[in-house]
């Protein structure tokens, strides 16, 4: 079975600064990573997956995250934080097994609250 | 119109209501999601379609009933729900079970 865990329910840094959201997985089999994005009072938008090829992923806004296969990890990053980037940010994990069925589904973490402070 | 497109945005109802949630994608996919969002809870996946045909049933009670006329719009239909159903309905869209899904703005459900 796969499974997400977001650590830190809330998290609040300074404009300017580093932006880490911590992102580790389950799965017994290569994961398929996304992070996603949400606004108040809006859907989920897709930041950013890892698919399997670089490690490394950029994805909007400036944002990137690195898969780390021995860790089990997935952390989201960006250098600098920007007002706008205040949002819950909610990490998932497919087990991309195929076509149909339960094959693909997503799981999802509990979900990071980031608040920025001027 | 772009995207997943949800109505209605906001709906209240009462326990012995029927009401009905819509999702429109304009995306070309063929597959299509609910999902329920509860507040302090992650995420719940209910229902996928994939090529109009229900490939996933997670376990969700039968007061709720999807609908798929065709690959373009997912209805949610209710009927005597509980206040514990209040909750932001989700509905997104792939290009097929595997791929990117993309999000709706979701439908704020209250049940009084």
């Known amino acids: 079975a796969q499974s997400v865990t977001q650590l830190g329910s809330h998290v609040s840094v300074s404009e300017g600064a580093l932006v880490l959201l911590r992102c580790n997985y389950s799965?017994?089999?290569?994961?398929?990573l996304f992070w996603y994005v949400q606004y108040p009072n809006q859907g989920l938008q897709l930041l950013l997956k890892?698919?399997?090829?670089?490690?490394l992923v950029k994805g909007i806004n400036g944002f990137e995250a690195e898969f780390k296969k021995s860790e089990t990890s997935f952390h989201l990053t960006k250098p600098s934080a920007h007002m706008s980037d205040a949002a819950e940010y909610f990490c998932a994990v497919s087990d991309r097994r195929g076509y149909g069925g339960s094959q693909g589904n997503l799981i999802f973490g509990k979900g990071t609250k980031l608040s920025v402070k001027p | 119109e772009t995207g997943v497109t949800q109505t209605p945005r906001h709906l209240v109802m009462g326990m012995t209501n029927k009401k009905s949630l819509k999702c429109e994608q304009h995306l070309g996919h063929n597959a299509m999601y609910w999902y329920k969002q509860s507040a302090k809870k992650p995420l719940e996946l209910m229902f996928v379609y994939n090529f109009k045909e229900q490939t996933e049933n997670n376990s969700v009670p039968s007061r709720f009933s999807p609908e798929c006329p065709n690959s373009s719009h997912l209805f949610l239909h209710l009927h005597t729900l509980q206040p514990e159903d209040s909750a932001l309905y989700l509905c997104a869209s792939s290009q097929d079970s595997r791929d990117t899904q993309y999000f709706g703005p979701g439908t704020r459900l209250t049940v009084l």
């Open positions: 799965s017994s089999v290569p994961p398929y």
């Open positions: 890892y698919t399997s090829a670089a490690t």
